[in-house]
């Protein structure tokens, strides 16, 4: 796949890392907190991006409203990238379309991306992921993170992805919440208005998902009963 | 929306699915020609699909995203630009017509319901939530009427030793009291709630107040006893802190100010959580901070009981007219605790014109005696010090009940 900026994504699957090469003047925009490692002949601005609305839209997508931008007005260098989650990431380069991408798994995007939030609905309500998912559009590269290794599906008709694990997917598949198929009536409702086990992505249309293989909420529920309990000296 | 590409009018941005690009997909701009859709790629490539040789859908994230192919479904072309439809339905001439408009229109309701949906969904949770809350401090309203006095009795016990310290010393004197509760003992036949157990604290101060500790402690300070003009002015007051305390306004106060916890506890009947949390907000300076309806009503239920018990309630609207007036040196903390005086007047003269007219008749000791009681007291307290001293040093039982105190209580007890 084409791409802006030269990259290689090193560490994977455990601990992927993102290596930017920036040439003089180049541009990469990053959350904060992402950048590991750079070249001196970089420098970093911080600053809210892309005006109001967008800035507010990437705050209901559990992204910081500040995005880091990072310059190669001093020759060019390398920039490092490592995202907060144990995890793989992924590269993909946006031409002319848009990628829904899940709460907080941006990492960093080149000029010609922008990034906000897109109000889900009752989708949203339901799926227990948040009310607002990110969306990249527009031409350029972007980076996003995983928790956990990540597989890449090309979806034509249908695929169903519990919500917990989809990353991203692209826009031309459309997604609906609903509870896993089999399940019985008293389990469903559960599902939808507790946020139980079983609730599903039904993903229909063409297009690519990116599904990690952990689940965060997993993975807490695995760790809890070996967390260090205060014991009760009385 | 993407900066650079600037399109001609009948150019939209969108893409290709396709097995002869590398990836299977591209970003590419749509162009409407006589016949077809022409997609000419980023890299270059064009294809293209006949009018009269495709399927149309709708679909993508938004729900809006037009998906255009072949009847063998190995080249689509997508596009969610807004114009896209009217100008595909212009440019097919007839061709397209009905089914971009099936498509639009089954979008739409598609849409529609969904939008429905999640508004009826947010209106479900705003009412339980708005139903909820309403339930519990109404709940709350009428379970405090159930919460029996005990609680506020202990409510009062716990907050005592911090309300003295702040208001000043009690005057122990069993003759100024009695002569207090005397007028307590006319009112309390005539109260909303039968059974409260009233206790006196005559308070050594200055200041121009009186107040209620919830369960039925009622505290007069001497600066009021000083300024008021009238025995009936000084039952006035004292019917009014009654009436705070039988129409429970401490509990309902604190249920306020605590809010919803306290409404809580309050309806569960978790009387432990009610006992804690009044003390604490008794504590932090709520007391006699009470609401001007709350005020309105005491000074009511107040004139309602005087009128009840042959007491002129007029002494309520002179009290309460007298006391703006009064030069003092201490500061008129009732009135400060007791806003709005001119408003109260006019409920209390209403009450008054409505009242049945009766007979009236006053109390039996004057406020002058009362006075004097207390000024004795004062000094009764350096002799009992000095008496006190001397049975420490013979190492006598203490025993304080003299004679001489009872002496002094017969001479004014008031008649009921």
């Keep these: 796949m084409d791409s802006d900026v030269q990259f290689e994504i090193s560490q994977r699957p455990d601990f992927g890392l993102i290596s930017v090469q920036l040439e003089q003047g180049q541009k990469i925009f990053a959350e904060p907190s992402a950048m590991a490692a750079m070249d001196p002949s970089i420098t970093l601005k911080a600053g809210l991006k892309g005006g109001i609305r967008k800035t507010l839209g990437r705050a209901l997508g559990g992204e910081s409203m500040v995005i880091n931008t990072f310059t190669a007005d001093r020759g060019s260098g390398e920039v490092i990238f490592a995202p907060g989650a144990p995890g793989d990431a992924v590269h993909y380069h946006l031409d002319m379309n848009t990628l829904m991408v899940q709460r907080g798994a941006f990492v960093a995007h080149t000029d010609g991306v922008e990034l906000t939030g897109k109000w889900q609905g009752a989708k949203g309500f339901f799926s227990g992921k948040g009310l607002v998912l990110l969306q990249a559009s527009g031409t350029g590269d972007l980076f996003f993170n995983s928790y956990g290794a990540i597989l890449e599906m090309d979806v034509r008709g249908e695929y169903i992805v519990d919500t917990g694990y989809v990353v991203a997917f692209e826009n031309t598949l459309n997604y609906q919440v609903d509870v896993l198929p089999g399940l019985k009536r008293g389990g469903k409702l559960k599902s939808f208005f507790f946020g139980g086990e079983g609730l599903v992505a039904k993903f229909s249309g063409q297009g690519k998902i990116w599904v990690q293989t952990r689940a965060v909420n997993s993975f807490l529920t695995w760790v809890y009963p070996f967390r260090p309990a205060p014991k009760n000296s009385n | ?416």
């Design chain 2, 1 to 416: 929306m993407f900066d650079g590409d600037l399109l001609d009018d009948d150019e939209f941005p969108g893409g290709v699915f396709s097995d002869e690009i590398d990836g299977g997909r591209s970003g590419a701009h749509l162009r409407l020609g006589d016949r077809g859709i022409t997609a000419r790629t980023s890299e270059g490539r064009e294809f293209v699909i006949g009018y009269s040789d495709c399927d149309l859908e709708l679909g993508g994230d938004s729900g809006r995203m037009v998906f255009f192919r072949t009847a063998d479904r190995s080249l689509t072309f997508f596009c969610e630009d807004r114009r896209f439809p009217e100008a595909l339905k212009r440019a097919a001439v007839g061709e397209l017509f009905e089914q971009v408009d099936q498509i639009l229109a089954a979008g739409n309701r598609q849409r529609w319901v969904s939008r429905v949906g999640l508004w009826v969904m947010l209106a479900v949770c705003v009412l339980v939530l708005i139903g909820g809350y309403y339930g519990v401090v109404a709940g709350a309203k009428s379970a405090i009427e159930a919460v029996p006095m005990t609680v506020d009795e202990q409510i009062a016990e716990a907050a005592l030793p911090s309300v003295l310290s702040e208001f000043g010393e009690e005057i122990e004197s069993p003759n100024a009291v009695d002569a207090v509760q005397g007028v307590i003992d006319r009112l309390a036949p005539h109260s909303a709630i039968q059974g409260v157990n009233y206790q006196v604290l005559i308070i050594d101060s200055d200041v121009v107040n009186a107040l209620a500790l919830p369960g039925g402690t009622i505290l007069v300070f001497r600066g009021l006893i000083d300024t008021m003009d009238s025995t009936e002015q000084l039952s006035a007051v004292i019917a009014h802190e009654m009436s705070h305390v039988t129409l429970r306004h401490h509990l309902r106060q604190i249920s306020r100010s605590v809010g919803i916890v306290a409404a809580v506890h309050i309806v569960i009947g978790d009387v432990g959580g009610i006992v804690a949390l009044g003390t604490e907000v008794l504590q932090t300076a709520a007391l006699n901070n009470y609401s001007q309806g709350q005020e309105t009503e005491a000074d009511l239920e107040g004139a309602r009981m005087m009128h009840a018990a042959g007491l002129d309630p007029q002494a309520m609207i002179q009290m309460l007219d007298s006391l703006p007036d009064a030069h003092l040196h201490g500061a008129l903390s009732w009135l400060s605790t007791h806003p709005n005086s001119d408003e109260r007047i006019k409920a209390v003269q209403q009450f008054l014109d409505e009242a049945e007219p009766r007979d009236y008749s006053q109390l039996d000791f004057r406020l002058e005696e009362l006075r004097r009681i207390l000024d004795d007291a004062q000094t009764e307290v350096v002799l009992n010090a000095e008496r006190n001293d001397e049975e420490a040093a013979n190492d006598q039982p203490a025993d304080h009940s003299s004679d001489e105190e009872t002496d002094q209580r017969d001479g004014i007890k008031s008649e009921d």
